[in-house]
C-alpha cells in the first residue's frame, strides 16, 4: 500500500496537509522544518518546488518562490530534501510544482529520480486532466500518485473524470482564485456552495481542500465532510513573520498546532 | 508541402506545441469561449460586424505603399509596406481587439482584462471598451509603464485602468502572469482579450484569425498593383508573433514565398541581454502553452531584454514554434542597434516613423535586400507607428 493510502487507510479525520516551498526560508532550512511541522502536527508534507512565474500562485508563494530561487534551489537540491526528510521520517511526502523546470530536467527521469528519493505523489497546477496524460504515464511508471485539482466552476461530469485519472487524493480548491490567505467567511460560502457537488462526485479518491485556509476554525468547517485540509500561504507567513529569530522553528511549530488543536 | 497546412488540431495543437496548460479553473472558460468562437465564426451576422468595424472604425484596408526610395537605396527587389501603422490607435493590435470584444459581447461579459508590453495592445483593448462601454483593467509591467509613459496616458484617457505589475522583471511576462491570476479570480464575469497569438487554446487560432485581414489583404492588392498574387518575401517582426501569423497565414501554402520573422536579439544573442526566442531558447511551458522559450539552466523563465518593449517577451506563440520546427518560417535575429538604425533610415527615406517593433523587421533589409533581384517583391509587416517610441528613440538620437 502507498504510504498516502496507507494515511488515509487510518481512518483519522480531518488530515492535516503542509505546504512549505523548498529552499525557504533559506537552503538548508526545509529538512529540519519538514521534520518539526511531522512533531507539531502535520499528517502529509507537500513539498513547493519554485517557478519563477507561479501564475495559480497569490503574493505569499510568489515571493516565497523568488527568495528560494534567489537561493539557489534546483530540482536536484528538492530530490536531496527528500531523501534528508526521507531517511528520517515515513510521512507521506507530495511534490508541488510547474511543469516547465521538469520539461527542463528531463520528464521521465524526474518521475523516476522522485520516486527513488522517497516522495509519493506529485501535484502540478498548469497540467489539467487534457494536458495530463504523459504525467499520468510517468507517475504510473514510477509508482508515484498524480493529485489532480477541482475547482468551484469544476462540472459534475469533470469531477468524475479527475476522480477517476486522480490517484492518491483529489485536491479541492476552495475558491475560484490564487493561493493565499483569505477571510473565513468568504471561504465557507464558497466551499459550501459547492461541496455537495464534490461528495456526490468524487468516490473513489479522499478529497483535501485547500486554499486560503488559516485557523482552526476555518480548518474543521471548510473540510467537515471531506477528508482534511491544506495550509499553505498562512504557513509561510508565519515562517516570513519568525525568520531569522532564533526560535523561528518554535514560533512556526505553535501556529501550526493552533490550527490543528 | 505535400499535404494542406491545417493547424491546431482539437485539442489546440499545431504539430508538438500548445495545448491549454492552465489551472483547472480556467478549463470551464476556455472550453465556453472555444465554443463561443466556433458559433461566431459560423455566424454571417458576427461576421458582417466585424467587418463593418474594421472598415468604419479602424480604416481598413490599410494602404499597401510601394516604398520607392527604399527600395532605390538598396537598388534590388521592389518593396512594399504593409500599413498596419495607419491603423486606428497606430498599430494592427485592433485588428484582433475588435474581434475580442465582439465575441465578449456575445457571451455576456461586462469586464475586460489585457496585458500589455509596449501599451499597444492595451490602448486597443481600452479603445474597443470605450467604444463598446465595457469595463477595462490593463495589467503592465512598472519598467514599461516608464518607458511607454504616452500609452499609459492613452489608456487612462480612454477609460481603461492601467495596473502596475512590479514582480519578475516587471515587463509583459509579468504583466501577462497577473491578467491570468486576475482571470483565474473573476472567470465567471471576465473576458480576458490576450493581445498576441500566445496563451491556451483557444487564443493562438482565434489572434491568429483575427489578424489574417493583413494578409488577405496584402494579396488582393499585390494583385491589383503588381498583377501577381504573392511576393517573393514577407518580412514580419516577432514578439509573440500576432502581426507576422496575421501576414504570414494567408501566405504559407505558397510555397514560392519565403516567409522570414524578425526576432530582438537585443545586444546580441550571445550577450545575455536578448529575446531571441528561437536562437537561444528551448520548447517548455509558460502563459498556458508550450512553446519555445527563453530559459535558464535550471528551467527557471529567463529575464528577455530588447530596447522594444512590445518584442521583450521570453516567449513565442506556439504556431511560431511549429512553423519553425517544420521549417516553413525561417527566423532571424535583429539587434537593438540594428532596429535604431532602421528607424532612422526609413524614417529619412519614406518619410514614415516605424514602432522599434517594426523596425526589427525593416532592418533585416540590409541583409536580405542584396540576396534579392529587380524581378522579385519583398513586403514587409509596417506593423505600428513609431510615435510612442519617440522617448527612447530620442535617447539613441541626442545621448
Known sequence: MSRLAALFATGERPIMSLFLTAGYPTLDSTVGLALRLQQAGADLLEIGMPFSDPLADGPTIQQASDVAIANGVTIPHILDMVRGIRAQSGIPLVLMGYINPILN????????EAAEAGADGIILPDVPPEEGHAVRQACAAAGLDFILLVAPNTSDERMRRIDSESTGFVYCVSVTGVTGARDGATLRQSVDAFKDRVRANITKNPVLVGFGIRSHEDAIQVSRGLDGYIVGSALIESIRGAHPSPDWQDRVAAFVRSVKS | MNQPYSAPTENGYFGRFGGKFVPEILIPALVELEEAYAAAVRDPEFRIRYAALLKEYVGRPTPLTYADRLTA???KARIYLKREDLCHTGAHKINNTIGQVLLARRMGKKRIIAETGAGQHGVATATVCAKFGLDCVVYMGAEDMDRQKLNVDRMRLLGAEVRAVHSGS?????????????WVTHVSDTFYIIGSVVGPHPYPMMVRDFQRIIGEETRAQLHQLEGRTAPDYIVACVGGGSNAMGIFHPFLEDEGVQLIGTEAAGH???SGQTAATFAKGAPGVLHGSL???????????????SVSAGLDYPGVGPEHAHLFDIGRVRYVPVTDADALAAVSRVSRLEGIIPALETAHALAYLETLMPQTRPDQIVVVNCSGRGDKDMATISQYLNP
Not at chain 1, 530536467?105 to 523516476?112: T, V
Open chain 2, 170 to 182: 516587471r515587463t509583459l511576462k509579468d504583466a501577462t502572469n497577473e491578467a491570468i491570476r486576475d
Open chain 2, 268 to 270: 546580441g544573442v550571445d
Open chain 2, 73 to 75: 537605396h538598396y537598388g
Open chain 1, 105 to 112: 530536467y528531463g520528464f521521465d527521469r524526474f518521475f523516476r
Open chain 2, 291 to 305: 512553446s519555445y522559450l527563453l530559459q535558464t539552466e535550471t528551467g527557471q523563465i529567463a529575464l528577455a531584454h
